[in-house]
Nanobody
Framework: QVQLEESGGGLVQSGGSLRLSCAASGIVFSMYVMAWYRQAPGKQRELVALINGDGGVTNYTDSVKGRFAISRDNAQNTVYLQMNSLEPDDTAVYYC???????????????WGQGTQVTVSS
């Protein structure tokens, strides 16, 4: 059974920092691209950052570049999102996602965590 469990959310003042963690189980973690998404009230879920299997490639949405950093520890089956200089517009539920492409006859797979709330006060 695949599980992605996020933690680290909370309430922080504008300019503050938080570190989100997503612990994965039930998958061969290094084979998955890991990503963080967020969804604010009344808005669509958006991709925040992603990292490839060996951690060598990362990508960020423009609004978080220079403030957020995604990383992973394949030995601990965990992906992180370090969030600095937080702004009220960063307020959202943050979700962890694991994605794997098709491997031969094995179909692609996507898994989501349950989300963790991040609230940034002004």
């Amino acid at each position: 059974q695949v599980q992605l469990e996020e933690s680290g959310g909370g309430l922080v003042q504008s300019g503050g920092s938080l570190r989100l963690s997503c612990a994965a189980s039930g998958i061969v973690f290094s084979m998955y691209v890991m990503a963080w998404y967020r969804q604010a009230p009344g808005k669509q879920r958006e991709l925040v950052a992603l990292i490839n299997g060996d951690g060598g490639v990362t990508n960020y949405t423009d609004s978080v570049k220079g403030r957020f950093a995604i990383s992973r520890d394949n030995a601990q089956n965990t992906v992180y999102l370090q969030m600095n200089s937080l702004e009220p517009d960063d307020t959202a539920v943050y979700y962890c996602k694991a994605s794997r492409l098709r491997i031969g006859a094995v179909p692609p797979a996507d898994y989501w965590g349950q989300g963790t709330q991040v609230t940034v006060s002004s």
